[in-house]
């Protein structure tokens, strides 16, 4: 089975532009998270899409988007951009199964992360 | 959401066990404890999940006492390619897409 991919690996952008970045999970998976990671903060959560709502989301201001289609493809945007989001964005996809009285475990695959460089 | 506490870092040598704790003294009771270990520019990779007592897998043993408030990786005779960045997590297996990782355990295992 495919892992999750996501595109483009690397992006070199200058202040105030925008950046659409995109995720596609592992096949078969409905949740797809976000994830900021910087040297200096660590791995900081973005947000959460299951079935194409916003389920989580974590303390970005709101020039951090995103999106979830259909087939479970996701897309983050941020817009006017700053030189503090350069970091690597990782995207991590999981299969969220609803039992009932069975306990249900889940696990986040993450794909590989798009290098952003803000100059 | 449980907060996690783990060691910054820790060293170790080729062919040695390495145990790596991490405190959650929160612990709610849906949640399930789950490590994964990060090389740089690499995306997390999960390595054991468990909820309570001893899980094992192929690449490591996950120990969790009674009262789940820790768990301890165990990364059996390590080699150099185990250097890493090793995080706990705490999560409601329904919810558990709003995972807060911590710093994460910087491994450095030395020939």
């Known amino acids: 089975k495919a892992g999750v991919t996501q595109t483009p690996r690397y992006l070199i952008k200058t202040r105030g532009q925008q950046v659409t970045l995109s995720c596609s999970p592992i096949?078969?998976?409905?949740?797809v998270s976000w994830y900021q990671q910087t040297p200096g903060q660590g791995l900081q959560f973005l947000f959460e899409?299951?079935?194409?709502?916003?389920?989580n989301k974590g303390n970005f201001p709101g020039r951090f988007s995103g999106r979830q289609f259909s087939n479970s493809r996701s897309e983050m945007n941020v817009s006017t951009l700053e030189l503090g989001d350069s970091a690597l964005y990782l995207c991590a996809s999981s299969f969220l199964v609803s039992g009932t009285g069975i306990l249900s475990v889940n696990t986040q695959y993450f794909g590989p992360g798009t290098r952003l460089t803000v100059l | 959401l449980a907060k996690t506490t783990q060691p910054i870092s820790m060293d170790s040598y080729e062919g040695q066990e390495v145990n790596i704790t991490c405190s959650h003294n929160n612990i709610a009771t849906n949640d399930y404890i789950t490590w994964y270990q990060q090389f740089p520019s690499q995306g997390p990779r999960f390595i054991i999940q468990g909820y309570k007592t001893k899980v094992t897998n192929e690449v490591a043993s996950l120990f969790i006492p009674a009262d789940r408030k820790s768990s301890t990786l165990s990364l059996p005779r390590v080699s150099l390619s185990d250097t890493a960045v090793y995080y706990c997590?705490?999560?409601?297996?329904?919810?558990?897409?709003?995972?807060?990782f911590g710093a994460g355990t910087r491994l450095t295992v030395k020939p």
């Open positions: 899409y299951f079935s194409e709502t916003q389920r």
């Open positions: 997590l705490v999560g409601d297996q329904y919810n558990n897409n709003d995972m807060r």
């Open positions: 096949s078969g998976h409905r949740s």
